[in-house]
């Protein structure tokens, strides 16, 4: 009886200190002030991933990185609407498809850095992250004559490192909460319902600029969103550039 007593105990114990864990870190999360907050000593750092704001306004972006066939189909889609967007480019990407940069450009949409390779840069040192951004920012300048102040991490891998980097680089550094998985070439309606389910207030939505389906899938996309009141703008015009901070889900909120 004794033994059996002891491993209860243990496991009452072990229990305890789980639960204790798990309400400590919900604390944390929540961001609350005092003495509890002391304990977070290494709060990591994460991209924006959507915005909190009270308008029913979002932000589209393609990444470009592979393949161009769809590319003037969806840029006539989106001129035939108004609507402007944002590209994030690859360094080769842009070294292959040079008036493909400056069509995107000259149409009035805005383009990103996406890195120069594609590598997972959560696992570069620092130098090697800047000549990323850098080599790629330039030859984006001398296309263009405008500077990227926006990167998506190749895989949506980052670290504290790269973020920090970016950061000081000038980058706003961007993820998405409404991922159209048309790299998954599911078909144009299923690209459509996944995203239309999914978009609120503030949502960053991904597609990739050489999915098969997703010129055909885009048309509905847009049509349903313009229909239910939402405005779409580039992600620069949808983000806070100061005066804010992003909670644990990577959603960007006014302080």
């Not at 750092?45 to 592979?66: N, Q, T």
């Not at 504290?160 to 000081?168: Q, W």
Request: glycine share 6%.
């Amino acid at each position: 009886m004794k033994i059996v007593y002891i491993k209860y105990k243990t496991l009452f114990v072990i229990c305890l200190i789980l639960i204790i864990i798990i309400l400590t870190s919900s604390f944390l999360d929540a961001g609350l002030p005092g003495i509890v907050s002391v304990f977070k000593l290494n709060k990591k750092l994460l991209p924006i991933y959507s915005v909190e704001i009270p308008d029913k306004k979002i932000s589209i972006s393609f990444d470009a990185a592979w393949g161009s066939e769809f590319t003037d189909e969806i840029l006539q889609i989106l001129k035939d609407r108004d609507i402007k967007t944002t590209f994030f480019l690859v360094g080769f990407w842009v070294d292959k498809h040079p008036e493909k940069v400056k069509k995107i450009s000259d149409e009035g949409h805005e383009i990103g850095n996406h890195s120069t390779n594609h590598p997972q840069m959560s696992k570069l040192p620092e130098d090697k992250i800047r000549e990323e951004l850098n080599t790629t920012a330039d030859e984006i300048y001398q296309l263009t004559g405008k500077r990227t102040t926006l990167f998506r991490p190749p895989f949506g891998d980052y670290s504290d490192t790269l973020i920090r980097v970016a950061e000081e680089e000038g980058y706003y550094v961007i993820q998405w909460d409404v991922d159209s998985l048309d790299w998954k070439e599911l078909g144009a309606e299923h690209t459509a319902d996944r995203v239309l389910k999914n978009v609120k207030n503030g949502s960053i939505v991904l597609f990739h600029n050489n999915a098969k389906y997703t010129p055909k899938a885009l048309p509905t996309i847009l049509d349903n969103l313009l229909k239910e009141g939402y405005e779409i703008v580039p992600i620069s015009e949808l983000i806070y550039k100061d005066d804010y901070e992003i909670d644990h889900t990577g959603r960007q909120i006014r302080k």
